[in-house]
């Protein structure tokens, strides 16, 4: 794991996705692991408790800079998550990357590439280069 790359990463999705090719397979698996992702964090807070979800109108200062901003966003998470919710958070969000990875695979998109480049663009736009 010492010289891991993005780019093992994408060569092992390659080979473990050869007997599901099919472009409506990974579409789908990709948001049944959205979903996943989002049950994991929802089970945290409404079946474990290690979380509290406590939502409300992000409220700031007229007058205030971008930057100032962030000081007054709230994550609206009171706590943090176990040790048993953060493994099936994590393990959703990695399975998440695969069929996005598997996407891109599907059509030819470097995923390495494309996270240098999209760094490169959130560095050159910072905030405008958000949609
Ligand atoms: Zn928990």
Redesign the pocket.
């Given at each position: 794991m010492q010289n891991f790359t993005i780019n093992d990463f994408e060569a092992k999705v390659k080979e473990i996705t050869t007997r599901h090719k099919s472009v409506l397979d990974i579409l789908t698996k990709l948001q049944e692991s959205t979903a996943k992702v989002n049950r994991a964090v929802t089970k945290?807070a409404t079946y474990?408790?290690?979380?509290n979800i406590n939502a409300s109108k992000q409220e700031s200062p007229n007058n205030i800079t971008y930057s100032e901003l962030s000081k007054y966003m709230k994550t609206h998470i009171e706590g943090d998550?176990?040790d048993?919710?953060?493994d099936k958070v994590v393990q959703e969000i990695s399975q998440n990357i695969f069929y996005l990875t598997a996407l891109c695979n599907t059509f030819d998109i470097d995923f390495e590439s494309m996270i240098k480049n999209y760094y490169t663009q959130l560095n050159a736009l910072g905030k405008y280069g958000l949609l």
């Open positions: 945290s474990c408790g290690c979380i998550l176990c048993i919710c953060r």
